[in-house]
C-alpha cells in the first residue's frame, strides 16, 4: 500500500466467544502451553503463506517491495522500524499485523499486564496463583485487544512509556520499593501484544534511552529501581526520513536495537494507485445517513477515479513539490471524496435522485487539496495563486492523460459535428445531467463511449451517460478540437 490513512480497522476474529476454560486447574487441563507473542506471530503467519492467504490483507502495492521484508523480519523474531514519508500506509500496515496473533489468549482476571496464567511475571500475579491455586480466575484477551500504540509527541514521559511510583499506593502503606507501588504506563500494559510508537524521531532522545532495556534485556527500570520484569511483545515504529522532518532522529543504541529496519513507499503502479482509492476513499452512505433529501450513495465513474490517481502521481513527482515532503495517499483520497461531494451538491440543488460525478466536479479537487502539498519555492511568503496554477495544470495533465488512455482511437466526430453550426453546450457544478444532454440531441457511438470510460452495460444512466458525454468534451478541449469558456461555475464548449 499505501498511511494513508496512514490507519485500518484492528483485526477482528470470527469466533465471537471465548474458549471455555476459566480457571489455571481448567485451562491446565486442556492442553494450553504458553507461547511467547513473536513465536504466535511466526506460527500464524507461515501457516498463511503456505495456505497461500493473504498475509497483510488491505494492504496494497508492497506485495514485491515491503511485505517481504515484513515477514521476514516477523519470521525472525525482530522488532521493526518502517521508513518512509507521509501517508504511505505505515500506521496501517502496523495494525494489520493484529490480525497475525491468536484470536484468544488466556489471561490472569485482574492482570495489569495481561499476564499468562501458566508463564505469571509479576509479583502480584505469584501471590494470586499461591492464594488460589488451580481455582484462579482465568479470562479471555481477544487479539483486537492486544494492541497499543503511542504517537511520539516532545511532551511524551517515561512515565507514559514505562511507568512510574504510584503516591497513593505508597500512602496505602506499601514500601518504595515493593514492585507494587508502580504504575505501569503504555509499554508494559501491552505485555503479549504488539506496540506501535509512531514518529519515533520526535521522542525526545531522552525518553528514547527508556526503551533499550526493553528492546534488548526485556526489563523496565522506574525511579532508581529495577524491576524485573521479561516482557514479551513486539515493538514497532515509524519514523519519517530524518532528513526531512529535522525535527529529532532515533538514537544509534536504540535504533541498533531494533532488528529491521524497512522502507516504505507509495503506489509504484497506477492499477495500486486506483485499487487504493477503491478501498479507502468514503463516497458511499448507509441509506439512513442520507436524512431526509431521498439522495442514493453519488456514483465516481471509473475514469474519474484514474484521472484522481494520475493527477497524485503527477503532484508526486512535480519539480514544483518539495519530494522530501512526499504527497499523502490522503492527497488522492481527500480529492475523491471531495468530487463525489460537489456530485451530491448539484444532485441536492438540481433535484437530482442519483448523484454522478462529473469533470465539471474536478476544480473543486484544487482548493481542497491545496493544504496537502508542500512545494519546494514555497519560501517564507508562498505565491498561493502561482501554486494553485500548478496544481491546476497538473490536473489538466492529468485529465488528458486518461482521456488519451481511454478515448484513444474513438471516433467523436459525430459528437464533434453538433458544434459545426456554432451550437454551445453549458455545463457546470449546478447543471444537472438531464440539461446537459438535452443540449445535445442524440450522440452517436455513446454505448461505445461509455463502455471506454468502464460503465457496465447494466448500470448505464442518464447521469453516467452525461458524465462520459462531459469527459469526451473535455478530451476534445485538451487536444485542441474544442474550446472552452469558463466563467466561475459556468463551462460553455463550443467549435
Not at 485451562?27 to 492467504?53: H, I, W
Not at 508562498?382 to 474513438?410: K, M, N, S, W, Y
Not at 452495460?457 to 447521469?463: D, F, I, K, N, P
Request: with cysteine; charged share 25%; glycine share 10%.
Amino acid at each position: 500500500m499505501v498511511e494513508v490513512t496512514d490507519a485500518a480497522p484492528l483485526g477482528t476474529g470470527s469466533s465471537p466467544t471465548a474458549p471455555a476454560p476459566t480457571t489455571l486447574g481448567a485451562l491446565r487441563d486442556s492442553g494450553a502451553a504458553f507461547r511467547p507473542v513473536k513465536a504466535e506471530l511466526r506460527a500464524n503467519l507461515l501457516a498463511r503463506l503456505a495456505a497461500g492467504e493473504p498475509t497483510l490483507p488491505g494492504i496494497v502495492g508492497f506485495e514485491d517491495t515491503v511485505q517481504p521484508e515484513v515477514e521476514r523480519a516477523l519470521i525472525a523474531g525482530h522488532d521493526l522500524v518502517l521508513l518512509g514519508e507521509r501517508g504511505q500506509g505505515k500506521t496501517r500496515l502496523i495494525r494489520t499485523l493484529v490480525g497475525l496473533l491468536d484470536e484468544w489468549t488466556p489471561v490472569l482476571v485482574g492482570s495489569e499486564l495481561n499476564e499468562h496464567p501458566l508463564a505469571p511475571i509479576s509479583v502480584w500475579a505469584h501471590r494470586q496463583i499461591a492464594a488460589h491455586g488451580d481455582d484462579t480466575p482465568v479470562g479471555w484477551l481477544h487479539r483486537s485487544d492486544r494492541y497499543g500504540e503511542k504517537l511520539a509527541t516532545p511532551d511524551t514521559s517515561v512515565g507514559d512509556l514505562i511507568g512510574d511510583v504510584d503516591p497513593i499506593k505508597v500512602a496505602e502503606g506499601r514500601t518504595l520499593g515493593d514492585p507494587e507501588t508502580v504504575h505501569y504506563g503504555l509499554v508494559p500494559r501491552t505485555n503479549r501484544g504488539i506496540f506501535s510508537i509512531n514518529e519515533l524521531p520526535d521522542l525526545a532522545e531522552r525518553i528514547q534511552v527508556a526503551l533499550l532495556n526493553v528492546l534488548e534485556e526485556r526489563d523496565i527500570q522506574i525511579r532508581g529501581y529495577r524491576v524485573r520484569l521479561p516482557l514479551d511483545l513486539l515493538l514497532v515504529a515509524t519514523a519519517n526520513p530524518e532528513d526531512y522532518t529535522n525535527r529529532g532522529r532515533i538514537i544509534p543504541p536504540l535504533k541498533d536495537r531494533f532488528g529491521a529496519e524497512v522502507r516504505t513507499h507509495y503506489p509504484i503502479e497506477l492499477a495500486d494507485e486506483i485499487q487504493l482509492l477503491h478501498q479507502e476513499a468514503q463516497i458511499t452512505w448507509q441509506s439512513s445517513t442520507a436524512g431526509s433529501s431521498g439522495l442514493d450513495s453519488p456514483v465516481v465513474p471509473e475514469h474519474l477515479v484514474e484521472i484522481i490517481a494520475r493527477f497524485t502521481r503527477l503532484v508526486r513527482e512535480s519539480s514544483h513539490v518539495d519530494q522530501r515532503s512526499g504527497v499523502s495517499a490522503r492527497f488522492a483520497i481527500a480529492g475523491l471524496e471531495t468530487i463525489a461531494a460537489s456530485a451530491v451538491r448539484r444532485a441536492a440543488v438540481a433535484g437530482e435522485s442519483r448523484p454522478a460525478a462529473r469533470v465539471v466536479d474536478l476544480p473543486s479537487v484544487v482548493p481542497a487539496s491545496r493544504g496537502k502539498v508542500e512545494f519546494a519555492d514555497a519560501g517564507s511568503d508562498p505565491d498561493d495563486e502561482r501554486e494553485i496554477e500548478v496544481l491546476e495544470h497538473l490536473l489538466r495533465q492529468a485529465t488528458a492523460q486518461t482521456f488519451r488512455a481511454r478515448c484513444g482511437g474513438l471516433d467523436l466526430t459525430g459528437l464533434q459535428e453538433h458544434f459545426s453550426g456554432g451550437d454551445v453546450v453549458e455545463s457546470g457544478d449546478l447543471v444537472p445531467a438531464a440539461a446537459l444532454m438535452g443540449q445535445l440531441g442524440t450522440i452517436p457511438r455513446l454505448a461505445e463511449l461509455l463502455g471506454r470510460v468502464g460503465v457496465p452495460e447494466g448500470e448505464q444512466s442518464a447521469e453516467q451517460a452525461a458524465a462520459a458525454v462531459e469527459f469526451a468534451l473535455e478530451g476534445l478541449y485538451l487536444t485542441r478540437r474544442l474550446a472552452k469558456d469558463t466563467d466561475g461555475g459556468r463551462t460553455v464548449y463550443g467549435a
